[in-house]
């Protein structure tokens, strides 16, 4: 039993059964057992990889997106190009690179900020990107930002942003819960809470018993935060996330572990907890503040940013080995039965500035 497993059974048993949220929360950010306070969970060396870690194509046509979108917003400056969520730091160095060698003039005179909750990704980060020449600042939250244009990227965000779930029961919905077993083995139960019809996907009326809904404050709370500054002071945002386009039905909280799936009460603050993310939800908060919204999925938006160029570009100075390396880049990111489908992408284009 992880020392995180002890004291989650513990808590159980002096306050009772906690919400799948709570639960979320205390196996990724626990201060002393958290996953992400005490790993480094990316790479193959990690429980998964990410696009960044993919590719640097990836980070490259990131960077070109948020460029062309400060470029339409007329070139504001002083500007803050921000990650929130940055991992190791590898997008934040591909994009930086990229930038340098578009603009030299923008790459010097912006600011650039790193958004990041973990001491030691944290620490993580400024080894990657040590030696850069860019303006660099390390932030918890984007409430210190300074308050000017903010373009932002958030890549495999949301995801681990905890969920509430609720399952249908009797009559009615009711907070699905962590809780004890008869053996005091952590287990899912049906707690007394309900939920609001309005946030129920269409549908839910009709469900059998059993059926599981997600519903997620706290990332629709994040988005609004994000959306506001967006609005407020000009900018433009760019997430990208495994999930759906339409809100639906059904239990997508997963825990990975050395790249592979297990259960999610298994191992607290040993595996990665995840959930598929409602892009509709985002796009509502995104919207309540007057901006323009534009989903679509990872493989569109990179082709449709010249991927398949930029391979080319790549694999014309490249030896056999290294252009089929590029290919299969192409295909993890894009393809269909990679992540071209599966990861969804939220654009937030140039807001104007409104006071």
């Not at 790479?43 to 998964?48: P, S, V």
């Not at 921000?82 to 790459?107: H, N, Q």
Request: aromatic fraction near 8%; hydrophobic fraction near 45%.
């Amino acid at each position: 039993m992880t020392r995180l497993k002890e004291r989650i059974v513990g808590l159980i048993g002096a306050v009772g059964p906690i919400p799948v949220s709570e639960y979320m929360a205390l196996c990724l950010f626990d201060p002393e057992h958290g996953y992400y306070t005490t790993r480094e969970p990316f790479g193959a060396a990690g429980d998964f990889v990410t696009a960044p870690e993919i590719s640097q194509m990836f980070g490259e046509l990131v960077a070109v997106w948020l460029y062309q979108a400060w470029q339409r917003a007329g070139r504001p400056l002083p500007v803050t190009f921000a990650e929130i969520g940055p991992g190791r730091g590898t997008l934040m160095k591909d994009m930086l690179r990229t930038w340098s060698r578009l603009d030299p003039a923008f790459a010097a005179g912006a600011s650039f900020a790193m958004i990041e909750t973990s001491p030691r990704l944290t620490e993580i980060q400024k080894e990657t990107l040590a030696g850069q020449s860019a303006a660099l600042s390390w932030h918890q939250t984007i409430d210190t930002l300074q308050r000017q244009p903010l373009f932002i990227v958030g890549n495999e965000l949301f995801d681990a942003v905890p969920i509430r779930q609720f399952v249908y029961v009797g009559a009615g919905w009711r907070e699905r819960m962590v809780g004890l077993d008869d053996a005091d083995k952590l287990h899912f139960f049906a707690g007394a809470g309900s939920v609001d019809p309005a946030l129920l996907p269409p549908g839910a009326a009709d469900t059998p018993q059993g059926a599981i809904v997600e519903v997620a404050p706290a990332r629709s709370a994040l988005m609004s935060a994000i959306a506001e500054r967006i609005a407020g002071h000009g900018g433009a945002g760019l997430f990208i996330d495994y999930g759906h386009l339409e809100p639906g039905i059904g239990d997508t909280l997963q825990a990975l572990r050395r790249h592979d799936h297990e259960d999610v009460l298994a191992n607290p603050g040993e595996a990665d907890l995840t959930a598929h993310v409602d892009f509709a939800a985002l796009a509502a908060s995104a919207r309540a503040h007057g901006l323009e919204v534009e989903l679509t999925t990872q493989g569109e938006f990179l082709l449709g940013m010249g991927l398949l160029e930029r391979a080319g570009a790549l694999g014309s100075k490249a030896d056999d080995g290294a252009r089929q390396a590029i290919s299969d880049a192409v295909e993890r990111l894009a393809g269909p039965d990679a992540m071209g489908e599966l990861f969804k992408v939220m654009k937030i284009p140039p807001a104007a500035k409104t006071g």
